[in-house]
């Protein structure tokens, strides 16, 4: 019943996907930083942003 009313869990996290695959796609500045693994939104990175930072340094 809940499903049929409202956006459920999963179809959110599809429609997450979908818009990051998009971005990645069409080669846009946030797609590119999605594929890099790098933050988005103009974070500082020198210092910072480790854990975002670390499945890069493997």
């Known amino acids: 019943m809940i ?3 409202h956006v ?3 179809e959110l996290k599809r429609g997450d996907r979908a ?3 998009r971005l990645i796609s069409i080669s846009c500045y946030l797609g590119i930083r999605h594929q890099d693994g790098s933050p988005l939104r103009g974070q500082r990175t020198h210092t910072n942003a480790r854990t ?3 499945q890069i340094r493997k």
């Open 3 to 5: 499903g049929q009313d």
């Open 8 to 10: 459920v869990h999963w």
């Open 19 to 21: 818009d990051i695959e």
């Open 52 to 54: 975002y930072r670390k």
